[in-house]
């Protein structure tokens, strides 16, 4: 085994064969930091016939995390090393959900281990006893922030490793604080090359910062399997799961959950709409977030405003989509837009991410700025710049969903091939305007 030395910026992670004394990336002086890498030169590299290798990978079988729609998400469940990153807000439920997998893992008979960096294990056993009643016999936890401690303590009879949290180890070969960018990349590579080499799954917690990232280097997300964000607003018990990223399976899907007392509860099918006679500033759609469809409920308040800067609030759709449909009122539509207050809203909290929905929320704005209701009509479509609607994928399935909860009338672009009764077909906001009857 032969050591090789290279040098890493403790402040923005750059990386060097020769020290420097000012970072030329971050411009910051004394940062360099020394890494001595192993390189095994002994190891020959195995070479597998592709037949031999898929063979082998058939008897693998994905293990349960407990929750099928989270099973679902994730492509079947959790394949053996497989490594997922967990980021969410403070309080979002990050370590009730990991804990509750491992009582899932417990429950099958195998032995889970977690690391609780930021809690001890007392106030572990204590979540423990609110979340389930079972023996959490197979359950270790272990509260240390010493990343070779930990490393060395893992063995093959454990089935799956918890990180609570990514940010609070720390490796003392590095010569930083926990949650510098330095420890948490050294953290974060120790622990996903211990697990391959077991080939023990691992969930590590990640913070996110301000703007919702998880915070560290981008590198992390490069270097594990899966990314997983959980959302959720403080003042609901909604909270979604949404993979990003994964390697052994499909991205972008997502689970609902809801937190009770008793813990996270999964929610099949969530309603996210209020069908009874609906006010002006309200409109109906449905939104697909992965694979599957949520009929959703925009709503927006509209008001007029003498401040030179208006006010925009957006809970749940993005904030520079929602200026841009403002953009485009104002430009295609004519309509005094900017002298008025803009606050959206989508109901029950979801976060969607799906442009589908823009012909709905230019359709929640216009309803609340003329103060005229939308009635039992719903809206499908992306506003393309030009004021256009564009063709969405998945048209039949959110017309499909829509109906179900017993909405007839449905407005979708003209490009759509569909021809259907009560589907009304429009190519721009400009015509929505018109068929609202409130331009
Ligand atoms: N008795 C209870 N009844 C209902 N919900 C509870 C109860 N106790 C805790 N919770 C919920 O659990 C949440 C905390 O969950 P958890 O500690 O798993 O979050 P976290 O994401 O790990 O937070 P952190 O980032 O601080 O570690 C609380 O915000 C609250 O919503
Ligand atoms: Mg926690």
């Given at each position: 085994m032969k050591e090789?030395?290279y040098f890493?910026?403790?402040?923005?992670g750059y990386?060097?064969?020769?020290?420097?004394?000012?970072?030329?990336?971050c411009?910051e002086w004394?940062?360099?930091?020394?890494?001595k890498?192993?390189i095994s030169k002994?190891?020959?590299a195995?070479?597998?016939?592709?037949?031999?290798?898929?063979?082998?990978?058939?008897?693998?079988?994905?293990l349960?995390?407990?929750?099928?729609?989270?099973?679902?998400?994730?492509?079947?469940g959790?394949?053996p090393?497989?490594?997922?990153?967990l980021?969410?807000?403070p309080?979002?439920?990050?370590?009730?959900?990991?804990?509750?997998?491992?009582?899932?893992?417990?429950?099958?008979?195998?032995?889970?281990?977690?690391v609780a960096?930021?809690?001890s294990?007392?106030?572990?056993?204590?979540?423990?006893?609110?979340?389930?009643?079972?023996?959490?016999?197979?359950?270790?936890?272990?509260?240390?922030n010493?990343?070779e401690q930990?490393v060395?303590?893992?063995?093959?009879?454990?089935?799956?490793?918890?990180?609570?949290?990514l940010q609070?180890?720390?490796?003392p070969?590095?010569g930083?604080?926990?949650g510098s960018?330095?420890q948490?990349?050294?953290?974060?590579?120790?622990?996903i090359?211990?697990c391959?080499?077991?080939?023990?799954?691992?969930?590590?917690?990640?913070?996110?910062?301000?703007?919702g990232?998880?915070?560290?280097?981008?590198?992390?997300?490069?270097l594990?399997?899966?990314?997983v964000?959980?959302?959720?607003?403080?003042?609901?018990?909604?909270?979604?799961l949404?993979i990003?990223?994964?390697?052994?399976?499909p991205?972008g899907e997502?689970?609902?959950f809801?937190?009770?007392?008793?813990?996270?509860k999964?929610?099949?099918?969530?309603?996210?709409?209020?069908?009874?006679?609906?006010?002006?500033?309200?409109?109906?759609?449905?939104?697909v977030?992965?694979?599957r469809?949520?009929?959703?409920?925009?709503q927006?308040?509209?008001?007029?405003?003498?401040?030179?800067?208006?006010?925009r609030?957006?809970?749940?759709?993005?904030?520079?989509?929602?200026l841009?449909l403002?953009?485009?009122i104002?430009?295609?539509?004519h309509?005094?837009?900017?002298?008025h207050?803009?606050?959206?809203?989508?109901?029950?909290g979801?976060?969607?991410?799906?442009?589908?929905?823009?012909?709905?929320?230019v359709?929640?704005?216009?309803?609340?700025?003329?103060?005229k209701?939308i009635?039992g009509?719903?809206?499908?479509?992306?506003?393309s710049?030009?004021g256009?609607?564009?063709?969405?994928?998945r048209?039949?399935?959110r017309?499909?969903?829509?109906?179900?909860?017993?909405?007839s009338?449905?407005?979708?672009?003209?490009t759509a091939?569909?021809?259907?009764?009560?589907?009304?077909?429009i190519?721009?906001?400009?015509?929505?305007?018109?068929?609202?009857?409130?331009?």
């Open positions: 090789k030395a890493v910026c403790t402040n923005c990386e060097s064969l020769q020290w420097f004394g000012r970072c030329p990336k411009g004394n940062s360099a930091s020394e890494i890498a192993k002994q190891n020959r195995v070479v597998l016939s592709l037949r031999e290798a898929k063979k082998s990978a058939e008897t693998i079988n994905r349960s995390t407990g929750f099928t729609e989270l099973d679902a998400a994730l492509g079947g959790i394949l090393g497989q490594v997922i990153l980021g969410g807000e309080g979002v439920g990050k370590s009730t959900l990991a804990l509750e997998i491992c009582n899932q893992f417990s429950r099958n008979g195998l032995e889970t281990l977690y960096a930021e809690e294990v007392d106030q572990i056993a204590i979540r423990s006893q609110r979340l389930f009643h079972d023996d959490p016999e197979k359950i270790m936890v272990c509260s240390e010493d990343l930990v060395d303590l893992l063995n093959h009879n454990y089935s799956l490793l918890i990180i609570d949290s609070t180890m720390y490796s070969q590095v930083t604080y926990p960018i330095l948490i990349r050294t953290c974060a590579e120790k622990i090359e211990r391959k080499e077991l080939s023990i799954p691992s969930i590590i917690i990640a913070h996110i910062t301000k703007s990232e998880i915070s560290g280097p981008k590198l992390v997300e490069h594990v399997d899966t990314v964000y959980f959302e959720g607003e403080r003042n609901t018990e909604l909270r979604v949404r990003m990223k994964n390697r052994f399976g991205s997502v689970a609902i809801e937190m009770t007392e008793d813990g996270l999964q929610v099949i099918n969530p309603a996210f709409y209020d069908t009874e006679d609906q006010l002006p500033g309200n409109c109906l759609t449905c939104a977030e992965g694979s469809t949520f009929v959703v409920q925009v927006a308040l509209v008001s007029r405003t003498k401040s030179a800067v208006p006010r609030v957006s809970n749940g759709f993005e904030m520079t989509r929602l841009l403002l953009a485009v104002g430009r295609h539509m309509l005094p837009i900017e002298s207050d803009v606050y959206v809203n989508i109901l029950g979801l976060k969607i991410t799906d442009p589908g929905i823009d012909a709905a929320v359709g929640a704005l216009l309803s609340s700025m003329l103060d209701r009635g009509m719903s809206l499908i479509g992306e506003v710049l030009d256009s609607l564009k063709h969405v994928h048209l039949k399935s017309i499909e969903a829509i109906r179900k909860v017993g909405i009338s449905i407005i979708i672009p003209r091939e569909l021809k259907e009764e009560d589907i009304q077909k190519s721009s906001v400009r015509e929505l305007g018109r068929v609202l009857g409130v331009t």
